[in-house]
């Protein structure tokens, strides 16, 4: 099908290019997917292959929605119920990329949506009777705890988080962000979005500083709660936007609106979503419009395209049809000690974890009181080492952000899987009635993924709760129980396989949204190479059928150095450096010797530079995206280097002709190059960076991160306490530009285990730097490392085994590293 032809669809949060079927689907003799095109490169079965019939174009459709994509079971009784069988009788369960192709949001610009009459005839109205009968439940419990004749003399207490067990008191706004899941979700963040809260640290209530009290702040937020809710019932959304009480709110006013005027408002909370729907609907620039204006334009769209529906169904239809939500959440977290927890979280339909000493995580306002708390409570077990109650804190906070669809890893050691769980719309649950271990998260459980990974997880040992990169649950999806029904796919290939991990959603986000972005930090935060493992899995997943491409593989694995070769070989991965002899010449354009044509000796001639090669090549390939990573952005003379490239980076001058002063030819940058530079910031500030660079690049910080080397030791020695302390006092005594990062201790991504590597890397990386920023000065030296690795008088660093390196270093920075 010619690429016009293409519409775009969202499923899981991706969009996706769909090749419409031709009225019958290829189904393959091996392999687990459905075609639509039978030249498709992943079909490599010989001969004439069966097809199966598909009148209305829609069985792509009716296989996606018949189960989650992590979901194989399901899909498999969708299947085997509709006779879609491969090979050996083999269940179809997923699709390929030559039915949806997956791409980035700037091609779904350049495609029309999937038109709306198909999408509602595909749509099954019956099958969300269920959602909407439980939406308008939460909704009438809500008006019945809170009726609207006493709003106006309700009190303070009543509304407020933050005073004594939010859980049994139910406040207000504890039901709406925690007790209401169905109706929509407002949680994450601060309690600032519920407008006044107590903070019970401090002793005292936050609100707006315009207020001189409480007491004034609240009689002002409950009118201006109930001015909207009648503007609303008036038809006259638009107007909220002009009370200035609840401005700071809108999310929790959006949702008050669902409860209390449900026929005139819609639930969908969150600005940028609104806008989305609304582009999605007129497939044009969306107005500039304050928050509940857009509501108000949301609203008179679907009365137009919807005539006759619910507001909760046509929501309902437009999170089907076009998705926003981006992240989803993959989670590993143990089943107690040894797996102890297994039988019982198994049966009750969660995950457990303990840290009991700090109860409920929802009563705690945001997640600054709950630090203060965790800390008063468990400083002592943990000695007052800082970064392990950060460390700790933060795996129990986890849980709070898990949402519906989120994925648990239950896991017994560094090797076993259990299950893998799917987050339930109840989430976050405290349960008291349990003897220990009362912080659990509701899931279903699936226990075809039981079974081993190839190589132990070290970090597993020791910690409870944890994020599953990508390239870790592609290996667990692999290594899934296999039943004649489940025979793993390439994972390039499945639809929804597994969202972008939080780091790589932000620099696709930024390149998105300014072309261009810039990876900043200390030495060794990984800058390099997250920018070259952002070209692996977003490139890679945006290529389609490119040959050698594992969007899922491991960095430093054989196929993580084959996929950034193809993508090179391709033309879609450009990488430099610059430093301070690179210019013009090199990037653009510029006259170089050349042996000419026929002829000896050397001519010179005008030869495109490296990015005006891309240029040309992304310009003859629209339909993918082209990245150039510059490595040591920095280090070279930038306004030189760009030229008139200054102004056709920015997004809105993308496809734009200048003419190049050398060339005389117009020259323009294509929408679908993008660039992502990386910069030392101990070598040189960004403040120090032209400022016309800097307007058109997205800067974003990388610091370290001790988080891949929680659990993970050499001897007695926490590679995460020696990383955390080391960088506290680097940050106390210098700045934090000169940061050690975690990268040091990460050789070809996986933490250090021996013993003389550590000391290698001590001697040979780490010491020399810190040399370099104490400029020789051995005292400042000792008080990084200890007068046991550095003798201040003699100026001279001691002579120690490997052995006894470590030992010193695990002595200073981490038995004394307490309470400083």
Not at 704 to 724: I, M, N
């Amino acid at each position: 099908m010619a690429e016009h032809d293409q519409v775009v669809v969202t499923f899981e949060g991706r969009d996706y290019a769909l090749t419409r079927s031709p009225g019958e689907v290829i189904l393959p003799a091996h392999g687990r997917m459905i075609h639509h095109d039978a030249a498709c490169a992943h079909l490599t079965d010989s001969g004439d292959l069966p097809r199966f019939p598909d009148a209305d174009g829609l069985l792509w459709r009716r296989l996606i929605d018949s189960a989650p994509s992590d979901d194989t079971t399901g899909r498999t009784r969708f299947a085997r119920a509709h006779g879609l069988l491969g090979g050996s009788g083999r269940p179809l369960t997923a699709v390929c990329s030559c039915v949806l192709k997956p791409i980035s949001p700037t091609q779904a610009e350049t495609l029309r949506p999937w038109p709306l009459d198909e999408a509602i005839a595909a749509f099954d109205r019956d099958s969300q009777q269920t959602v909407l009968d439980e939406m308008n439940t939460q909704a009438e419990e809500i008006r019945h705890a809170f009726p609207w004749e006493e709003w106006p003399d309700l009190p303070l207490e009543r509304y407020a988080l933050g005073l004594g067990d939010s859980k049994q008191t139910r406040p207000y706004c504890y039901l709406m962000e925690f007790g209401t899941n169905v109706l929509g979700s407002i949680a994450g963040g601060s309690a600032m979005k519920h407008l006044i809260f107590w903070r019970a640290q401090e002793g005292s209530w936050w609100h707006d500083s315009r207020y001189p009290d409480a007491d004034q702040a609240w009689a002002a937020i409950r009118s201006g709660l109930i001015e909207a809710v009648t503007a609303a019932r008036e038809g006259r959304v638009a107007d909220i936007d002009n009370i200035e009480a609840v401005r700071s709110g809108p999310a929790l006013v959006a949702k008050t609106l669902r409860v209390y005027a449900p026929e005139t408002s819609l639930a969908v909370y969150a600005a940028d979503w609104v806008r989305h729907f609304i582009a999605r609907l007129t497939g044009e620039p969306v107005p500039k419009l304050e928050r509940f204006a857009l509501q108000a334009r949301l609203q008179s769209l679907i009365a137009e395209r919807f005539p006759g529906w619910s507001p909760d169904l046509a929501v309902q239809f437009l999170y089907w049809w076009a998705d926003p939500s981006k992240i989803r959440q993959t989670v590993k977290i143990a089943a107690g000690h040894g797996g102890e927890l297994w039988g019982e979280c198994r049966a009750g339909g969660y995950i457990a974890i303990g840290w009991d000493e700090v109860p409920d995580l929802r009563s705690y306002t945001d997640k600054d009181e709950f630090l203060t708390a965790f800390t008063a409570a468990l400083s002592e077990t943990y000695n007052g080492h800082k970064s392990k109650i950060s460390a700790k804190a933060n795996e129990v906070w986890k849980l709070l952000s898990l949402r519906p669809g989120d994925l648990v890893v239950a896991n017994k050691g560094t090797s076993e899987i259990l299950g893998v769980g799917r987050v339930t719309d109840e989430g976050y649950v405290w349960r008291p009635e349990r003897p220990d271990h009362r912080h659990t998260v509701s899931v279903e459980w699936d226990e075809s993924y039981a079974g081993r990974l190839d190589e132990p997880e070290r970090s597993w040992a020791t910690v409870t709760v944890k994020d599953v990169p990508a390239s870790l649950w592609a290996k667990i999806r692999r290594g899934r129980s296999t039943q004649a029904d489940s025979e793993p796919a390439p994972e390039a290939e499945v639809v929804g396989s597994q969202p972008l991990d939080t780091e790589l959603q932000r620099i696709a986000d930024a390149l998105e949204r300014r072309g261009q972005a810039v990876l900043f930090g200390p030495p060794g935060t990984g800058k390099t190479y997250t920018a070259l493992r952002c070209a692996v899995r977003w490139l890679g997943e945006l290529s389609g059928a490119l040959p050698d491409v594992d969007p899922y593989a491991e960095p430093g694995s054989r196929a993580y150095g084959e996929t950034l070769d193809a993508l090179t070989a391709a033309g879609r991965l450009t990488v430099v450096t610059f430093h301070p002899n690179y210019g013009y010449e090199e990037f653009v354009e510029g006259f170089r010797p050349v042996s000419p044509k026929g002829g000896t000796g050397l001519a010179l001639d005008r030869v495109d530079g490296v990015f005006k090669r891309v240029c040309a090549t992304a310009a003859a390939d629209p339909e993918h995206p082209h990245l150039v990573v510059i490595d040591e952005l920095n280090r070279g003379n930038l306004p030189k280097i760009f030229g008139e490239l200054i102004t056709l980076l920015e997004k809105d001058k993308r496809g734009r002709s200048v003419t190049l002063p050398l060339c005389g030819e117009p020259f323009s940058v294509p929408r679908n190059v993008y660039v992502i530079g990386t910069m030392n910031t101990a070598d040189r500030s960004i403040r120090m960076v032209d400022a016309a660079i800097r307007r058109r690049f997205a800067f974003l910080e990388l610091l370290p991160d001790s988080g891949p080397l929680q659990g993970c030791h050499v001897d007695q020695l926490h590679l995460a306490d020696l990383l955390d302390v080391l960088n506290e006092r680097i940050r106390t005594r210098l700045d934090r530009e000169k940061q050690i990062g975690h990268a040091f201790l990460l050789p070809n991504g996986a933490p250090v285990d021996s013993v003389a590597e550590l000391a290698a890397i001590v001697r040979s990386e780490i010491l020399p730097l810190l040399q370099e920023y104490a400029y020789d000065d051995y005292t400042l030296l000792a008080e990084f490392l200890g007068e046991e690795l550095v003798d201040p008088e003699a100026h001279t660093l001691r002579e120690k085994s490997d052995e006894g390196l470590v030992a010193a270093l695990y002595t200073e920075l981490q038995v004394r590293s307490g309470p400083e």
